[in-house]
């Protein structure tokens, strides 16, 4: 069983599902103030980003890992989605952006991304479910279904 819970992060807050489980054990967490895991200390958690980043960049001799932002990740994830999807508003949503031009950016970028790639696809046809779960383990995409098939594709 899951409950709906209201998550209020930077930006517009957000309706997340959660098992009651999850709660439970949450709440079960000793805990000094309101917040379960102590209250949220901006500096901290940008200093120790930055310690691993210093770290990880060390250990992988890669400075440029020394770059990596939590902004980094956030934009990674809107481009790759807006690759994927090809839905702009799908994308506006899922980083709870207000106004559509704040994420009209992802378009320029996932442009620049791959401006090599085009709009050709893998096929494949799943004739059993066990062909289709192959198929969407492996990156394919449900499409649509053909003469009692199920078509896959996925960007090559």
Known sequence: MSRNVLCLLAGAPGI???????????????????????????????YSLRLQRQRLAQKLQNPRLEQ????TFRHWKG??????????????????????????????????MFQTENNEFHVKVANTLEEACKLLEVGFDYVTDMEGKKVFRKRK
Request: aromatic share 8%; charged share 25%; no cysteine.
């Open 16 to 46: 997340f599902n959660v098992s009651t489980k999850l709660i439970d054990m949450l709440q079960a967490l000793p805990r000094k103030t309101e917040y379960v895991f102590g209250k949220p200390n901006k500096a901290a958690k940008q």
């Open 68 to 71: 990596i932002t939590f902004h």
């Open 79 to 112: 481009t790759i989605e807006y690759h994927k999807t090809k839905d702009i508003i799908h994308v506006q949503q899922l980083l709870r952006h207000r106004q559509i031009e704040n994420t009209l950016v992802y378009i320029s970028i996932e442009q620049a």
